[in-house]
């Protein structure tokens, strides 16, 4: 079982940035894969990022592309989404979450870890 910690969740006005980290124990050698996923208030949970453990494989929502970035520290067992130009359609809580499969890495219910959430709000 993979334990995930999120953090840097708060407040911050339209156009600047935040970074999330995703502090992650346990079983590590046994994920593939981690990803952020995000809540809005009203909205089902929807997917953000995700990146590969082994080779560094990327891939983004539409809505952040270009804005967002997912990182990793493998040997600190990390995982980081910098977030820039904030809009207020970014507030949500995120959530961190890790997988050992290699297919669906897009899909909520390929991920059978995750974090508690962090909240993040973006005034405009």
């Known amino acids: 079982q993979v334990q995930l910690v999120e953090s840097g969740g708060g407040l911050v006005q339209a156009g600047g940035s935040l970074r999330l980290s995703c502090a992650a124990s346990g079983l590590i050698g046994s994920t593939n894969a981690m990803g952020w996923f995000r809540r809005a208030p009203g909205k089902e949970r929807e997917f953000v990022a995700f990146i590969t453990w082994g080779p560094d494989i990327t891939y983004y929502a539409n809505s952040v592309k270009g804005r967002f970035t997912i990182s990793r520290d493998i040997v600190k067992g990390t995982v980081y989404l910098q977030m820039n130009s904030l809009k207020p359609e970014d507030t949500a809580v995120y959530y961190c979450?890790?997988?050992?499969?290699?297919?669906?890495?897009?899909?909520?219910?390929?991920?059978?870890?995750w974090g508690q959430g962090t909240q993040v709000t973006v005034s405009s």
């Open positions: 979450a890790a997988t050992g499969q290699k297919f669906r890495l897009s899909f909520e219910s390929t991920y059978g870890n």
